[in-house]
């Protein structure tokens, strides 16, 4: 499909290239539409063989999206790792829910990669295509909306006019500012710190996660079978500390708050830590202007949803506009793109207040709120019907998906 018309140098205008925008514009490129992608950053392919902290749990339904973007087929095997089961459990009591695969009849809950494999895929396979051109190190300075057109000038004195801009450049995004879309945050006034970590014990692709009086501490099992990425969340100050202990200091430390599940902590790579916040944008679209991803909304990491949700945002954009091209109508209409947030923004609001909701819950310190927890993990441990059901979620398996997130069995 050429959608794009003489006068317009592009279909859509993607600014930000990360895991979002990233697979956005793929999506855009497999269905024929002239893409142009900026960038602030530079451009990084085959960057991951240092070892990446940020690591990602990935839906069954994201797998889906990544593979129609044609990013997952350029995955190395052992960029893949699984969880099939999980593990979360309470510091105070006995209270635990586990999860297995299994008892859904998948072979897995999804899959724990790292954010710079998956950026690298996007970037290969971005590269493969005629329609989508990218330019790194390029940051929008203003945007002007015309008649029946929205221009883009970057701070290098370059500008492209087209009939869609997509923000996809993440919590600070430069585009929302431009577009004078107010953003709504809530600092949590927690930090994580993420690491690569090496235990006694092998981690039996098993995901664990134990609730914390200050906050939850998660291992995400790696493709080797005794190293796991972590994802520890705590007050600034006690993250800073930790940031800072030697590494037989951090390592006693870290084993002890994870109640030794795993044995001893036998070796970690460097530490980084990031802030955390809630935050949703007023408005998702205006007048030819659309947010994704992290531009959109944030949320707690406890449950590694954040860029699963934002993948939802990029799969189910794109089937609109796409469509919208197919039709010869203008993708950058107010009522076509209204569409587009009437289905994600709801969505991504609850599951905002849901974190929310049990970030409070198991940080609350009240007997009775302990009492009531553990017991809750444990009636819903035992309840199948329930547990399928948060698991089918969790697992990105529920039917009301756009249609490139859907798995074909
Ligand atoms: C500790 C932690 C753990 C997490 N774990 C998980 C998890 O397990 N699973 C999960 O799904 N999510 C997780 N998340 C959330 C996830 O990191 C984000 O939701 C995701 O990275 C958002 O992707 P994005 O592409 O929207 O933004 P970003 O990753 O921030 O990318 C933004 C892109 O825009 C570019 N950019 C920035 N400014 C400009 C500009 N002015 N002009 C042009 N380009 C610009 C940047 O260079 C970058 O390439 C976690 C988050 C944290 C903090």
Known sequence: MTAVDDKFDADVIVVGGGIIGGTFACLLGQAGLKVILLDAGVRQVNSLKKVDARVFAITLASEQILKKAGAWQRLQKEDIAYFRKMHVWDEDGLGAINFDSASICQSTMGYIISHQAIVDALQEKLLEFDNVRCLWSVSPAYIKEETDTIVLGTEDGLQFNSRLIVAADGHNSKLRSLANIHYQKH??????????????????????????????????????????????????????????????????????????????????????????????????????????????????????????????????????????????????????????????????????????????????????????????????????????????????????????ARRRY
């Open 187 to 404: 600092d949590y006034k927690q930090s994580a710190l993420g690491c690569i970590v090496t235990t006694e014990f092998a981690h039996g692709e098993i995901a664990r996660q134990r609730f914390l009086k200050r906050g939850p501490l998660a291992f995400l099992p790696m493709r080797d079978s005794h190293q796991s990425a972590i994802v520890w969340s705590s007050s600034p100050d006690h993250i800073q500390r930790l940031r800072e202990f030697d590494k037989s200091a951090f390592h006693f430390e870290l084993a002890e708050a994870f109640a030794h599940e795993l044995g001893e902590i036998k070796a970690s790579t460097e530490r980084t830590v990031f802030p955390l916040s809630r935050a949703q944008a007023d408005t998702y679209t205006k007048s030819r202007i659309a947010l994704i991803g992290d531009s959109a909304h944030t949320v707690h990491p406890l449950a590694g949803l954040g860029a699963n949700l934002g993948l939802l945002d990029a799969a189910s954009l794109s089937e609109i506009i796409i469509d919208t091209c197919r039709r010869g109508r203008d993708p950058g209409r107010l009522q076509v793109l209204r569409r587009y947030e009437r289905k994600r923004k709801g969505e991504n609001k609850s599951m905002m207040y849901l974190l929310d909701g049990l970030k409070h819950l198991f940080e609350n310190q009240f007997q009775s709120v302990q009492w009531l927890r553990n017991f809750g993990l444990d009636t819903v441990d035992s309840l199948p019907v329930v547990k399928h059901a948060i698991l089918k979620r969790a697992m990105g398996l529920e039917t009301d998906l756009p249609a490139v």
